[in-house]
């Protein structure tokens, strides 16, 4: 039994921040990853970042490269993206997702997470 929850979307203007939070829940491993990605209508889902929730190791994608920045409280079971400088691109849903197989660096194909948030609306205007 394992669930992840999102939260923290809303609406912002260009330039401005917001952070989101995922919580998960339930029995893990002492070492996964979790990734952060986003789809827009009619888009494909995008990798947005990834942290090994033990170790540290981080990815990003190039879009939100220097931009956005992951981080964790192991203590709360939960991961954070930081989001600045945002752009009326970077409008999207935004899933969080576990990778409980991976013990390195995240994976930014979606394939190997096996389980996923309900996802949070992250509007930006221009």
């Known amino acids: 039994q394992v669930q992840l929850a999102e939260s923290g979307g809303g609406l912002v203007q260009a330039g401005g921040s917001l952070r989101l939070s995922c919580t998960v829940s339930?029995?893990?491993?002492?070492?996964?990853?979790l990734g952060w990605f986003r789809q827009a209508p009619g888009k494909e889902r995008e990798f947005v970042s990834g942290?090994?929730?033990?170790?540290?190791?981080?990815k990003y994608g190039d879009s939100v490269k220097g931009r956005f920045i992951i981080s964790q409280d192991n203590a709360k079971n939960t991961v954070y993206l930081q989001m600045n400088s945002l752009k009326p691109e970077d409008t999207a849903v935004y899933y969080c997702?576990?990778?409980?197989?991976?013990?390195?660096?995240?994976?930014?194909?979606?394939?190997?997470?096996?389980?996923w948030g309900q996802g949070t609306q992250v509007t930006v205007s221009s």
């Open positions: 339930g029995r893990t491993p002492d070492r996964f990853a």
């Open positions: 997702a576990a990778d409980f197989q991976r013990l390195g660096l995240p994976s930014q194909l979606r394939s190997p997470y096996e389980y």
């Open positions: 942290i090994n929730r033990n170790g540290g190791l981080t």
